[in-house]
């Protein structure tokens, strides 16, 4: 691997953590929503 | 598996498992459902509806990566599928199977937790009758291969409404027929101005396989029984005279478009006007249909009869 690719290859790697992060993130968010909206209600 | 994709390296971006979910697709898809789950009867919670049409969403997407899995190969001969990232080399085929496979039963488990079973299991029949009912098994057989993947869009409105009532009752199966009827003359359409290399890629389309006077005798059928069937919901008293009197406009004006369509056959350097004018038309025609029934609902509050 030259030193190009290696650079292109973490490029990568770091943009597709990044989205993973963002997802997780936002399922945190919705489950703890979920979670309200449930005990709120009684369900 | 071609060469490209086994020597690769580099990993795949964010943006070509994004890509994998057909984003386009789904925002039709995310329109249908919303649109069921409003004009259901019953109430709930907004945040329950949302996660709804995530769930309808994201198992849209899931099953779009499994097509895209499946097809590379064939998307690789067309022009337009050809830079797809399998096709590009850009993704391993096991990891965009695999993207499939997890975004599809989370959808449906979170759906089924979060909303209710029913809807759920609705959404997974919805994924595997568009993963392997159409993609692997109907789609490469047959000529009326979009009459039968218009099923796959069909599901939408169905499952959002059944998300809101946990049961099915004869309204939001309507919405099932009605965009299923609205398919086949909607692509047919596209189908006879476009060139496109479905034949080099070994896809049955209709227009290649039947000849172009079939395509438009067809096209005429699904728009009449499409007219029908846009009216039902009014006639049963699903729905009252705002969507009646929607549904009877935009289905006449669609059997009108699909007139000049049916009864002429392709000149010297044809420019196809009829033919680009009711496509236009239906993609207006769906968009405006599912508002219509909406609105019907939230002005009129109809929609508790059946």
């Known amino acids: 691997m030259t030193p190009e690719e290696e650079a292109q290859f973490k490029k990568a790697r770091r943009g597709r953590n990044i989205a993973l992060a963002l997802v997780l993130a936002a399922f945190v968010a919705l489950f703890y929503a979920i979670t309200i909206v449930k005990v709120g209600s009684g369900g | ?306």
């Open chain 2, 1 to 306: 598996m071609t060469a490209t994709a086994q020597t690769q390296t580099l990993p795949a971006e964010w943006r070509d498992f994004f890509a994998l979910t057909k984003p386009r697709v789904m925002s039709l898809v995310v329109f249908t459902g919303l649109c069921g789950l409003l004009a259901a009867p019953g109430h709930i919670h907004p945040v329950i509806a949302f996660t709804a049409v995530l769930c309808i969403a994201v198992g849209a997407g899931g099953a779009a990566a499994l097509n895209m899995w499946w097809e590379a190969d064939i998307d690789a001969k067309m022009k337009r599928t050809a830079q797809r990232p399998l096709p590009q080399g850009r993704m391993r085929p096991n990891d965009a199977r695999d993207f499939g496979v997890a975004i599809s039963v989370a959808s449906v488990l979170v759906m089924g937790l979060v909303v209710n079973w029913l809807a759920g299991l609705i959404l997974a029949a919805s994924i595997l009758y568009y993963a392997v009912i159409y993609t692997i098994w109907l789609k490469p057989r047959t000529p009326q291969n979009i009459v039968i993947g218009g099923g796959a869009g069909a599901f939408p409105p169905l499952i959002g409404w059944v998300a809101v009532t946990g049961h099915i009752t004869l309204m939001p199966v309507l919405l099932f027929v009605i965009i299923f009827m609205w398919t086949p003359p909607h692509f047919w359409a596209l189908a006879l101005f476009v060139k496109s290399d479905y034949a080099k890629a070994g896809i049955p389309m209709l227009p290649v396989v039947a000849g172009e006077g079939a395509t438009r005798r067809q096209i005429l059928i699904y728009s009449v029984i499409l007219f029908a069937v846009s009216l039902a919901p009014w006639w049963i008293g699903g729905t009252g005279a705002i969507y009646g009197m929607a549904a009877l406009v935009l289905s006449g004006l669609f059997v009108i478009l699909a007139l000049p369509v049916a009864f002429r056959s392709r000149q010297e350097e044809d420019k196809m006007k009829p033919e680009k004018r009711l496509f236009g038309f239906s993609v207006l025609y769906l968009f405006a249909l599912f508002a219509a029934l909406v609105a019907d609902r939230l002005i009129l509050g109809q929609g508790i009869a059946s």
